[in-house]
């Protein structure tokens, strides 16, 4: 159902991220970041689903992230079950968080997606730390999220401060990065604004502010201090559509930089 008409192709953008004395083999380290990839009913499907795959295992990424969104419409978590497995099956580890529309449909498809998510072996956190091991270090993901009713932001808050370094912030709205202490993540990573979706000339600010809530469309933004990367995601919503705002892999890379 997801129109291939007015849609441009994916987009794979290269980030190198800068980190201050960055332990050695973190340098180059690769996280792929997926986004908003609203499965949902009747076969509504990421714009370039298999594509997406292919290039994510000819990057060959350390990690997969994917910052939240799964669902439109609240789909069962069988209908597309099969396409996480497909995921799951670069054999590549990957980590998390759910996003505004995977909680609108209430508790129950919520339950279903974190089961099947766990069930394939993908790491979903809610407001606390994973640390992913790169030879003799480790890089700290912290899952933030203000939607689940169930999970306090501010116990996440915490638990970032409290996180070993190197540490990346996952939020789904980018504007949660207002919340960040200064200086409190070596990167946040954010979906959630499709880019616009149907990013009409000179409309686009305008567009993200009235359909998703958010002062920021895509890309880089240094918010409190914090670097954050705005991912446009793969999926769509109310138009099974994109204009002007390509589907988006991105593939971020750390990179050390000595203070001495």
């Not at 714009?47 to 969104?69: E, K």
């Not at 996440?156 to 709205?173: F, K, N, T, V, Y």
């Given at each position: 159902?997801?129109?291939?008409?007015?849609?441009?192709?994916?987009?794979?953008?290269?980030?190198?991220?800068?980190?201050?004395?960055?332990?050695?083999?973190?340098?180059?380290?690769?996280?792929?970041?997926?986004?908003?990839?609203?499965?949902?009913?009747?076969?509504?499907?990421?714009?370039?689903?298999?594509?997406?795959?292919?290039?994510?295992?000819?990057?060959?990424?350390?990690?997969?992230?994917?910052?939240?969104?799964?669902?439109?419409?609240?789909?069962?978590?069988?209908?597309?079950?099969?396409?996480?497995?497909?995921?799951?099956?670069?054999?590549?580890?990957?980590?998390?968080i759910l996003g505004n529309h995977d909680?609108?449909?209430?508790?129950?498809?919520?339950?279903?997606?974190?089961?099947?998510?766990?069930?394939?072996?993908?790491?979903?956190?809610?407001?606390?730390?994973?640390?992913?091991?790169?030879?003799?270090?480790?890089?700290?993901?912290?899952?933030?999220?203000?939607?689940?009713?169930?999970?306090?932001?501010?116990?996440?808050?915490?638990?970032?401060?409290?996180?070993?370094?190197?540490?990346?912030?996952?939020?789904?709205?980018?504007?949660?990065?207002?919340?960040?202490?200064?200086?409190?993540?070596?990167?946040?990573?954010?979906?959630?604004?499709?880019?616009?979706?149907?990013?009409?000339?000179?409309?686009?600010?305008?567009?993200?502010?009235?359909?998703?809530?958010?002062?920021?469309?895509?890309?880089?933004?240094?918010?409190?201090?914090?670097?954050?990367?705005?991912?446009?995601?793969?999926?769509?919503?109310?138009?099974?559509?994109?204009?002007?705002?390509?589907?988006?892999?991105?593939?971020?890379?750390?990179?050390?930089?000595?203070?001495?």
């Amino acid at each position: 159902m997801t129109a291939r008409f007015l849609t441009p192709q994916l987009a794979v953008t290269n980030l190198d991220v800068p980190i201050d004395n960055l332990p050695s083999d973190l340098d180059g380290m690769t996280i792929a970041h997926l986004s908003d990839l609203h499965f949902g009913r009747g076969g509504w499907f990421p714009i370039h689903f298999r594509r997406t795959l292919d290039t994510v295992q000819t990057l060959d990424p350390d990690v997969i992230v994917n910052t939240g969104d799964f669902m439109y419409k609240w789909p069962p978590a069988s209908t597309f079950r099969s396409d996480v497995e497909a995921i799951a099956a670069l054999g590549i580890p990957r980590v998390s968080i759910l996003g505004n529309h995977d909680y609108y449909g209430g508790p129950e498809p919520a339950c279903d997606l974190i089961r099947t998510l766990r069930d394939t072996g993908e790491t979903a956190l809610f407001n606390e730390p994973h640390e992913v091991r790169h030879g003799s270090a480790a890089l700290t993901f912290v899952g933030l999220d203000d939607d689940n009713p169930e999970s306090r932001f501010e116990r996440g808050i915490d638990r970032l401060l409290a996180a070993p370094r190197p540490r990346i912030a996952l939020i789904h709205e980018p504007d949660l990065a207002e919340r960040l202490p200064p200086d409190s993540a070596d990167l946040v990573l954010a979906g959630h604004t499709h880019g616009g979706q149907i990013a009409l000339p000179g409309l686009r600010p305008w567009i993200v502010r009235h359909f998703c809530g958010s002062g920021y469309v895509e890309g880089c933004y240094v918010v409190n201090g914090n670097r954050m990367y705005v991912n446009r995601g793969l999926g769509c919503v109310g138009l099974p559509l994109r204009f002007r705002a390509a589907p988006e892999l991105a593939a971020v890379r750390l990179r050390r930089v000595d203070h001495k």
